[in-house]
């Protein structure tokens, strides 16, 4: 997909009620979910880039969740690739870089996400915002606890402060900041953000299993001795499956999940690409709602799900 088409396919949103005066939670906005199939590098990043260099007060909230078709390493906005020289496999990667600061991601066996918020017309905001961070990282605690997992915020930092001025890891993965995903001592997800006059976009990243790149840092599926098997054999009785069919073709894919929860959505398939994509939309949707309150329009959702 060129990004001329999905410019063009997102330019037909920009249109939502004026919120002048309103707080986020006021008056529903216009919220837009984009599934887009594996880009280059640089098509990902140009594509967040339009949406919020063109982003204004009338345009929709976006939540977009893509792949990459080469595994590509991104750098935060305040990295060097120079520095990337240091950890091995690195510089062979394509490279972009991220209008979001934080680590760099090798972007091969994760799943990532972006979210644009514009700015109202008041222009209040300033800065990051945490409550954001927390919204969307507490709904992945919060899902995959409910699949068993010992999902937690990590509440530690290797940041540098004025009183503690070191050097954090080049990765994203490596580091950690107190909003963090982690199960056990392993981060499975991170977030980066960047802030403009036109609105606040966030990026973030949920690690499926490890690059061959980066084998010291696992994800879910090295994690999964701890799924619990109980949710496993209920995952797969016949009659829970054909009870999320009915739903999903009475209501749609999203509606059926967000009525019944995400549990069997991954113990049904617990490495499936598509499993994890719907997941991850889940528990975006589930985090904006506690601080925007978004219509939502699901465009080019993948309706194959792994139940049909």
Known sequence: MSLPSVLTKFSVLQKGAPLDGASLQGIPREGVVLIDPPLSGETNMAIDEALLRDATPESPVVLRVYRWEQPTLSLGHFQSWDDCRAVPGLSDLPWVRRKTGGGAIVHDQEITYSIL????????SKGHSELLYRAIHGSAVENLQRLGWDAKLSETCTCSTA??????????????????????????????????????????????RHSPTTPE????????????????????RDDSVG???????????????MDRGCERVIAKAPFDQTAWVNFLILVLKKGLSQIVNCRWQDRNLDEHSVFM
């Open 243 to 257: 009870s999320y069919n009915k739903d999903m073709r009475e209501k749609g894919l999203h509606d059926a999940l």
């Open 217 to 236: 840092l696992i994800g879910l599926s090295e994690l999964i001795t701890q799924f619990p098997s109980k949710l496993v054999q209920e995952g797969f």
């Open 163 to 208: 009183t503690n001025q070191k050097e954090e890891p080049f990765l994203c993965f490596s580091r950690r900041s107190p909003v963090d995903l982690i199960i056990g001592t392993d981060k499975i997800m991170g977030s980066a953000q960047r802030r403009t006059s036109a609105g606040l976009l966030q990026h973030g990243s949920l690690l499926i």
């Open 117 to 124: 918020i514009p700015e109202t017309r008041n222009k209040s």
